[in-house]
Nanobody, 125 residues
Framework: QVQLVESGGGLVQAGGSLRLSCSAS????????MAWFRQAPGKVREFVAT????????YYKDSVKGRFTISRDNAENTVSLQMNSLKPEDTAVYYC??????????????????WGQGTQVTVSS
């Protein structure tokens, strides 16, 4: 069993930055691919970024490439999402998710084994 707890959301002006963090309980954190998804009001949940268990590989949604960076610290059981140059369309609830498998990505919600409770990110124009 893995429990995920997100933090770091908030209100920021367009062009600003936020850093989201997700803390994971349980063992063998490095055996899980981790990802961030988001859901804006009235829209379906969408993939944002993912990182493999070792942290060696990452993959991003096209619209966040060059602005967002996903990283992980397996010694601390945490995964982070650094978000720069934020835009109003980045406004959403951001969720951390985990998928068992050390050499896979997590890019679709149905593949996730665990979810966090979400943290709100609001970008004002």
């Amino acid at each position: 069993q893995v429990q995920l707890v997100e933090s770091g959301g908030g209100l920021v002006q367009a062009g600003g930055s936020l850093r989201l963090s997700c803390s994971a309980s349980g063992r063998a954190f490095s055996s899980y691919a981790m990802a961030w998804f988001r859901q804006a009001p009235g829209k379906v949940r969408e993939f944002v970024a993912t990182i493999t268990g070792s942290g060696a590989s990452t993959y991003y949604k096209d619209s966040v490439k060059g602005r967002f960076t996903i990283s992980r610290d397996n010694a601390e059981n945490t995964v982070s999402l650094q978000m720069n140059s934020l835009k109003p369309e980045d406004t959403a609830v951001y969720y951390c998710a985990a998928r068992f498998g050390p050499k896979v990505f997590l890019a679709t919600g149905r593949d996730a084994n665990y979810w966090g409770q979400g943290t709100q990110v609001t970008v004002s124009s």
